[in-house]
């Protein structure tokens, strides 16, 4: 795992986009995992920005996101339909049919998560594939104990996630229990992993994800198990590492890293 610590969530996230917008050069038909969340949102605008200001193109770019609440429509304000829109794709040229979003109102779940699964075998799979992490340790929505091989499924949604997530709505209960979300296997066989995380409320699931056990009570500990997994964090997401000198170590002695 490389993990990169900077002093803000806005340096944090821009390094996240950069090592994006390095993929898109060098490959401009790369597919895009796509997360939602709070903690991608400055990634998004960085890298709307450098839409806007360099020309970074989406034109061939393919997203596969990672999840969607069941039982929202698409144009409902909290689905993640809704989100990526607003945040992201209305702001970029990613064409509209390379965008694939898990269906929340599907009436064959079980029918459509094989489709997604299939779709991104057929698009060559995902290149990089962005991430956030829950405050107990999820990744997508693979919730404690999921299985660490686990495929693109209906999942219920652990209390505490219900929590999190009731900050976006009017009432606790109009959280939906359910969602769609790729699986822990199916986000592993995504070529570069890039997760972001910041603030004092993930710094232990962050500990946890570095340093810990690979554990399915942690699913992020399944990036220890990825070849190319980037970490960017902010200092206070950083706050619980045991090892923080080392990893700022290895991040100022990195080949063709600036001198000290
Ligand atoms: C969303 C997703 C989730 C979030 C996680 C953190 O697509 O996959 O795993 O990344 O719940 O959410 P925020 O960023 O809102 O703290």
């Not at 986009?17 to 993929?23: G, P, Q, Y």
């Not at 605008?45 to 698409?74: A, C, I, R, W």
């Not at 209390?159 to 296997?185: C, H, L, Q, W």
Request: net charge negative; charged share 20%.
């Amino acid at each position: 795992m490389e993990l990169t610590i900077k002093s803000s969530y806005e340096e944090m996230s821009k390094a996240a986009a950069v090592k994006v917008a390095d993929l898109l050069n060098a490959k401009p038909n790369a597919v895009i995992g796509m997360a939602t969340g709070s903690t991608p949102l400055g990634l998004y605008k960085e890298l709307v920005k450098m839409h806007k200001n360099e020309g970074l193109d989406f034109s061939q770019v393919t997203t596969f996101n990672l999840d969607e609440y069941v039982g929202l429509p698409v144009d409902h304000d909290q689905s993640y339909h809704y989100f990526m829109h607003e945040n992201f794709f209305k702001h970029v040229n990613v064409p509209h049919q390379n965008i694939y979003i898990p269906s929340g109102t599907t009436k064959n779940f079980k029918a459509f998560c094989a489709w997604y699964e299939n779709r991104i075998k057929e698009c060559g799979g995902v290149d990089i594939q962005i991430l956030g992490i829950g405050s107990d340790g999820h990744i997508a929505f693979n919730e404690p104990t999921s299985s660490l091989s686990s495929r693109t499924r209906l999942k219920t949604l652990a209390k505490p996630t219900i929590d999190d997530n009731s900050r976006f709505f009017e009432k606790r209960e109009d959280v939906p229990i359910y969602a769609i979300t790729m699986g822990v296997g199916t986000i592993l066989e995504s070529r570069e992993l890039l997760l972001v995380a910041n603030g004092k409320g993930k710094a232990d699931a962050v500990a946890q994800m570095v340093e810990g056990p690979v554990t399915s009570m942690i699913t992020a500990s399944a990036l220890q198990l990825h070849p190319s997994a980037h970490v960017f964090l902010d200092t206070e997401s950083a706050g619980n590492l045991k090892m923080r000198d080392y990893y700022e170590w290895i991040q100022a002695k990195k080949p063709g890293a600036p001198k000290l």
